[in-house]
């Protein structure tokens, strides 16, 4: 059974840095689009940052030039670096592996931005 398990998820003050990392198991990760996705109280999930395959990234707008992911495939991982964490950027942030029409989701790791 494929598992994506993220981590580094937790409380820092506004300005302050994270990095969430992603796992993945039983899948050729390095044929998947790794997405990192986040959802706030009371609010859709949205996509934050995709990379692909070969590494190409998007970003929300809302996280450009603050956000950067990446993968690596001997590890079988994703990150993602936070920067300068707003407190609109709370919310449970979501590990996604997706390769045509299959996608797999991790459980979630909690970010909370508050002073």
């Known amino acids: 059974q494929v598992q994506l398990v993220e981590s580094g998820g937790g409380l820092v003050q506004p300005g302050g840095s994270l990095r969430l990392s992603c796992v993945a198991s039983?899948?050729?990760?390095?044929?998947?689009?790794m997405g990192w996705y986040r959802q706030a109280p009371g609010k859709q999930r949205e996509l934050v940052a995709i990379?692909?395959?070969?590494?190409?990234?998007n970003y929300a707008d809302s996280v450009k030039g603050r956000f950067t992911i990446s993968r690596d495939n001997a590890k079988n991982t994703v990150y993602l670096q936070m920067n300068s964490l707003k407190p609109e950027d709370t919310a449970v942030y979501y590990c996604?592996?997706?390769?045509?029409?299959?996608?797999?989701w991790g459980k979630g790791t909690l970010v909370t931005v508050s002073s």
């Open positions: 996604k592996a997706q390769y045509n029409v299959m996608d797999f």
């Open positions: 039983r899948i050729l990760f390095s044929i998947y689009a």
């Open positions: 990379i692909s395959r070969d590494s190409s990234t």
